[in-house]
């Protein structure tokens, strides 16, 4: 009787490697597969505490040849850029504050990399994501988060629809990380201790002025404002702000100022009080959900609106391609461009783009 075949996304690190050796154990045919997503030929610096990077490609290998498993590496480079690239640097043009880490998991470990499990005759693809997947009495596959509040990455694969985590496995997802590290220390992994990947990878010298420079964004000096559009300083360049940001703007005054917008078409940025940096609605655009829509036209929910976001109590009114977003209780820094997502307890329900966000609840 053959085993059962399944692609394990392999970034070099210690939670995708420990996913494969779990699967092995429990008796899949485990092939590895990182993905090639950047030139980082000419990066001299420690990319320690990245991902994706030529050292990780070579941790990868090395687990890879530990476990006895096949192992290759796909050249996405151009379904990257397209990607994910492109929109991150469209979405700073506009003044927004991107989140490429989710376009990454949407376009690329689970829709490239499903492609991939078809040509090559394999079930499904797993990674080392602190998630869980579940499936209902209903016979739909559901989305949670995962038990290590800390880890929890399940506000990064709100995308995913029912279909998609059918054929997708999370063998460290309802974990603990001490256990996931170890388990890889007990298998003489060699990267059971290696630093977490916390940066963006193609950012390669700390500088998201630089890269976007690079890019053909020009930084101009600009204006910034109040709410009335009243004259405060000048600004060294858009790039350089996000919303709810305090420090590093070089504004005298008597109170403390925060960036509360960022207006990409004028060139200003909007300064005003600490409270004047908390929204009561967004307006959240590209919706998806993992059962496919909506609970309702209308319903309740938590809110995350960052990453590591606490959750708000909010009421979501569902209208054409945008939802509404109603927080109990006015929430700090709702910034343009990040995810806003949508939970049931812990459950993930969905979630979209944060187009702007306000006071106003009418």
Known sequence: MSKRRILAAMSGG???????????????????VSMDLYDYSNVTRDREGTCCSLDDLYDARRVCDTLGIPYYVLNLRDEFRREVIDPFVREYRAGRTPNPCILCN??????????????LGAEGVATGHYAVIRTGPDGRCRLFA?????????????????????????????????????????AGMPVYEKRESQDICFVTDDSYTRFLESRGISEDRGRFVDREGNFLGNHKGILGYTVGQRKGLGIASREPLYVVA??????????GSD????SGVAAVAAPTFVAGSPPGEEFRATARVRYHHPGAACTVRATGDLLEVSFDKPQRSVTPGQALVLYDGDEVLGGGWIRCAGDSRS
């Open 262 to 271: 960022i207006d990409a078409e004028k060139n200003e940025i909007v300064l």
């Open 275 to 278: 409270g004047e940096t908390f």
């Open 14 to 32: 210690v939670d995708s490697s420990v996913a494969a050796l779990l699967l092995q154990r429990d008796g899949w045919e485990v092939i590895g």
């Open 106 to 119: 949407e376009h690329l470990k689970f829709r490239a990399l499903l492609r991939k499990a078809d040509e």
């Open 146 to 186: 995962s038990p290590d509040v800390g880890k929890d990455q399940s506000y990064f694969l709100y995308s995913l629809d029912s279909d998609r985590l059918r054929r997708i496995r999370f063998p460290v997802g309802a974990m603990m990380k001490e256990q996931v590290r170890q388990i890889a220390l007990g």
